[in-house]
T-cell receptor
């Protein structure tokens, strides 16, 4: 199957700093990638849809100025959590579809802890 | 937008018994219904999926049924094993058009 690689797998940062998470499709081109957030013992909640070469589409309640998404190429999307606070601590995970099969391929996820 | 409800939230079964998890969806246009297994701290793993043009799909011990009229779909795991213990999520989407919307998850515990 297709491979989506996400880095870092975990990160600890100080409150007020920014953290960048990368999501790469390794063996296919992804015009669209999705970013989800998962709090402990909860489901995956869609944060935004990342479109190559255009602005991301954010879900209601997600601050676009806080969660910056850049999809500069067909194989890379990045999520930057700016001015992180402890309440942003969560599991962030990206996914992409090849457009050939119905399956969505997920990155490994990033465990963000803000202290 | 789509809303997916999943029940039960927790499920305990004896090893060898069957487990059934049910989901309902709201958007009649949804046509793709995957099921994921997620272990702690890991990415969701697709275990089976079904498209709206079929009513049932089976893969060894795992099966999914879909009732488009009632807008619900179910996951059936037979002959459960301890390694089946995990959190299971259902999801729905209009394939190629909308992102996956997930249910809240079911924590399955298989007791040896």
């Amino acid at each position: 199957g297709a491979v989506v690689s996400q880095h870092p797998s975990w990160v600890i940062c100080k409150s007020g700093t920014s953290v960048k998470i990368e999501c790469r499709s390794l063996d296919f081109q992804a015009t669209t990638m999705f970013w989800y957030r998962q709090f402990p013992k909860q489901s995956l909640m869609l944060m935004a849809t990342s479109n190559e070469g255009s602005k991301a589409t954010y879900e209601q309640g997600v601050e676009k100025d806080k969660f910056l998404i850049n999809h500069a190429s067909l194989t890379l999307s990045t999520l930057t959590v700016t001015s992180a606070h402890p309440e942003d601590s969560s599991f962030y995970i990206c996914s992409a579809e090849t457009g050939v099969t119905t399956e969505a391929f997920f990155g490994q996820g990033t465990r963000l802890t803000v202290v | 937008g789509e809303n997916v409800e999943q029940h039960p939230s927790t499920l305990s079964v004896q090893e060898g018994d069957s487990a059934v998890i049910k989901c309902t969806y709201s958007d009649s246009a949804s046509n793709y219904f995957p099921w994921y297994k997620q272990e702690l701290g890991k990415r969701p793993q697709l275990i089976i999926d079904i498209r709206s043009n079929v009513g049932e799909k089976k893969d060894q011990r795992i099966a999914v049924t879909l009732n488009k009229t009632a807008k619900h779909f179910s996951l059936h795991i037979t002959e459960t094993q301890p390694e089946d213990s995990a959190v299971y999520f259902c999801a729905a989407s209009i394939w190629g058009n909308t992102p996956l919307v997930f249910g809240k998850g079911t924590r399955l515990s298989v007791i040896a």
